[in-house]
């Protein structure tokens, strides 16, 4: 497998007062191309800024992140955030959708502002909504969503540019059980069909046994690496 992500020698502080927090203790991470990768541990141990400084959110105190071997970091904030719009997906806990736009609006948005025209990111979002059931749901505007079918949205729009990652932060944490297991599928499906890689950061145990490393964050360390179901 080629390596699509690379970070190395990471570390996070945050001053506070007179002292130093020290978030993320030398972290090296490498994911494979098709991966499906589990982020987990207890609340406070750094999976989420761990999450956000591999996805070029947050700048790190010190180390480097390669996306495709490209150091994200040596980039201006410009560049930065054209480099996450074409290459990187992200889906959080809250879908963050536009309320004033419909379903399908809200997933061609990452598509225009990387310069596809109007009609084929249109059509491109069109078939992502159709392939995770919301072909019915298109010229619907968020309050007229299920919670389920607006995370649904947001992961029709973190996949509208064929990225080369997508980033995960509790997917379904927001959501029941039975929405919850839509979403596991989707993710799954698009890892296995279309070998999207996957970095999610969950406390969901159905979802983590999925992947095909699970690597546990604790104090700020990457304490154990397991491997999950694909593995076998």
């Known amino acids: 497998m080629s390596s699509i992500l690379n970070a190395r020698d990471i570390r996070k502080s945050f001053i506070t007062g007179k002292s130093q927090l020290n978030v993320l203790k030398d972290i090296n991470i490498e994911v494979n191309r098709g991966e499906l990768v589990?982020?987990?541990g207890a609340s406070g141990a750094g999976k989420s800024t761990l999450l956000s400084i591999l996805g070029g959110?947050?700048?790190p105190t010190q180390g480097k992140v390669l996306i495709s071997n490209e150091d994200i970091y040596a980039l201006n904030d410009d560049k930065l955030a054209d480099l996450r719009n074409r290459r990187m997906g992200?889906?959080?806990q809250f879908h963050h959708l536009l309320p004033e736009f419909t379903a399908l609006e809200n997933v061609m948005i990452p598509?225009?502002?990387a310069g596809t025209g109007r009609n084929e990111a249109s059509e491109k979002a069109k078939k992502i909504l159709i392939t995770i059931g919301l072909g019915g749901r298109l010229v619907h505007r968020p309050n007229e969503l299920s919670g389920g079918e607006q995370q649904r949205v947001a992961i029709a729009r973190a996949l509208i540019?064929?990225?080369d990652i997508i980033f995960a932060d509790e997917p379904t944490?927001?959501?029941d059980r039975q929405n919850a297991e839509i979403i596991h599928k989707i993710i799954l499906d698009f890892n296995k069909s279309f070998k999207q890689t996957?970095?999610?950061?969950?406390?969901n145990e159905t979802l983590t046994a999925y992947g095909n490393r699970v690597i546990v964050i604790d104090d700020g360390y990457i304490q154990k690496i397991k491997?999950?179901?694909q593995e076998s």
Request: glycine share 8%; proline share 4%; hydrophobic share 55%.
């Open 198 to 203: 996957f970095v999610i950061v969950t406390h």
């Open 57 to 59: 959110l947050s700048r």
């Open 161 to 163: 540019n064929d990225p």
């Open 38 to 40: 589990m982020l987990i």
């Open 227 to 229: 491997h999950g179901k």
């Open 90 to 92: 992200f889906v959080f």
């Open 111 to 113: 598509a225009l502002m």
């Open 173 to 175: 944490g927001n959501l």
